[in-house]
């Protein structure tokens, strides 16, 4: 079946970086764009970018420009998020979820915990 | 980078009603790109309309998605006790809404 699968739960300290990975499977991973998401708890949904596993493109949120890097390993199907300079407010569930373009998030990760504490 | 607006922010109402939810966009975007969502508590989204008006498979046909231009709706025609959630709506490569939560009344 179709499904994204993300790493685990992570604890950084302030100022630190964190890469999340989410792997892909039941589908042609260089056929569909990845996005990820972040929700504070308590909080909406916040889009970070995306990027096409195909070619490596890449846009993201202005909020996150600069600080967040999408990347992708195509032989094992495989889409990364590393956040940069960690701050407490970064404490959140992170999200991966496919996208056939435009036409909206269809599958979901599992979520991805990181939490920011000193 | 377009700014989506929710309202109401909570919509309080019994099941068998008829639950109606609007974006607003600050520029006009394309209605193909217009995405809905729900999300309980716990759980991923999950994807109910895109492009607007369709419906993204096994979502019932209670849930449809009008609008263009900068006005866009989810109407939900007859509440079912799994209808109680969050609602989001997107517009593709841009920030979500801040959300509509429908609760019971």
């Known amino acids: 079946q179709v499904q994204l699968v993300q790493s685990g739960a992570e604890v950084k300290k302030p100022g630190a970086s964190v890469k999340v990975s989410c792997k892909a499977s039941?589908?042609?991973?260089?056929?569909?764009?990845i996005n990820w998401v972040r929700q504070a708890t308590g909080q909406g949904l916040e889009w970070m970018g995306w990027m096409n596993p195909n070619s490596g493109n890449t846009g993201y949120a202005q909020k996150f420009q600069g600080r967040v890097t999408m990347t992708r390993n195509t032989s094992i199907s495989t889409a990364y998020m590393e956040l940069s300079s960690l701050r407490s407010e970064d404490t959140a569930v992170y999200y991966c979820a496919r996208e056939d373009t435009g036409l909206g998030m269809d599958v979901w990760g599992q979520g991805t915990t990181v939490t920011v504490s000193s | 980078e377009i700014v989506l607006t929710q309202s109401p922010g909570t919509l309080s109402l019994s099941p068998g009603e008829r639950a109606t939810l609007s974006c607003r966009a600050s520029?006009?975007?394309?209605?193909?790109?217009l995405a809905w969502y729900q999300q309980k508590p716990g759980q991923a989204p999950r994807l109910l309309i895109y492009?607007?008006?369709s419906r993204a498979t096994g979502i019932p046909d209670r849930f449809s998605g009008s609008g263009s231009g900068t006005d866009f709706t989810l109407t939900i025609s007859r509440l079912e006790p799994e209808d109680f959630a969050v609602y989001y709506c997107?517009?593709?490569?841009?920030?979500f809404g801040p959300g509509t939560k429908v609760d019971i009344k």
């Open positions: 492009g607007a008006s």
């Open positions: 520029q006009s975007v394309s209605s193909s790109y």
């Open positions: 039941g589908y042609t991973f260089t056929s569909y764009d």
């Open positions: 997107q517009q593709y490569g841009s920030p």
